[in-house]
T-cell receptor
């Protein structure tokens, strides 16, 4: 396997509660990403990291925060979950993207906000 | 602003025939284009890529064609197999921030 795991795989939470999703890698890759997948929107970047404690926003970052205190872990936090954040969340890892090399994705976390 | 577009949300083909999945882009700065394949309940996996300086790249049953003047690329699968049934995403890479920009995906169904 690619050495990337996401937890939990499934979660149901109530509106207004905080939620943290975890991405863990064993590949020692520099870059880590959080995407969400929604029908009609494909994969949209939430936040990404280019090193320990180095993070930046993606195109749909509102309502989300991230932290990366170790190379292997990238946490995504929904400070106060809303129904619009019901989605499938994918973590990805990468070294420098080049011809024939892109991301390796985790298996996803299905989050339902009720 | 959708920089990468896949205008066909779904495609159905018969086993053994050719599948053609299309992708259009607006950003002329993309250096590479990558195709990913996604099965239900799994993460996307890398399939094939092409450099912006090429017009064709082939890997077994999969061929990607790039038409830079039209800002269009296509993925051909020949012959199509039932195991090819999946969602296919195209993505572009500009070299900035080491990030991929994905399209909305096309659901391919290969029927027996």
């Amino acid at each position: 396997d690619a050495g990337i795991t996401q937890s939990p795989r499934h979660k149901v939470t109530e509106t207004g509660t905080p939620v943290t999703l975890r991405c863990h890698q064993t590949e020692n890759h520099r870059y880590m990403y959080w995407y969400r997948q929604d029908p009609g929107h494909g994969l949209r970047l939430i936040h990404y990291s280019y090193g320990v404690k180095d993070t930046d926003k993606g195109e749909v970052s509102d309502g989300y925060s991230v932290s990366r205190s170790k190379t292997e872990d990238f946490l995504l936090t929904l400070e106060s979950a809303t129904s619009s954040q019901t989605s499938v969340y994918f973590c990805a890892i990468s070294e420098q993207i080049s011809m024939g090399y892109g991301y390796t994705f985790g298996s996803g976390t299905r989050l339902t906000v009720v | 602003d959708q920089q990468v577009k896949q205008n066909s949300p779904s495609l159905s083909v018969q086993e053994g025939r050719i599948s053609i999945l299309n992708c259009d882009y607006t950003n002329s700065m993309f250096d590479y284009f990558l195709w990913y394949k996604k099965y239900p309940a799994e993460g996307p996996t890398f399939l094939i890529s092409i450099s912006s300086i090429k017009d064709k790249n082939e890997d077994g049953r999969f061929t990607v064609f790039l038409n830079k003047s039209a800002k269009h690329l296509s993925l051909h699968i020949v012959p199509s197999q039932p195991g090819d049934s999946a969602v296919y995403f195209c993505a572009g890479y500009t070299g900035g921030g080491n990030k991929l920009t994905f399209g909305t995906g096309t659901q391919l169904k290969v029927e027996l």
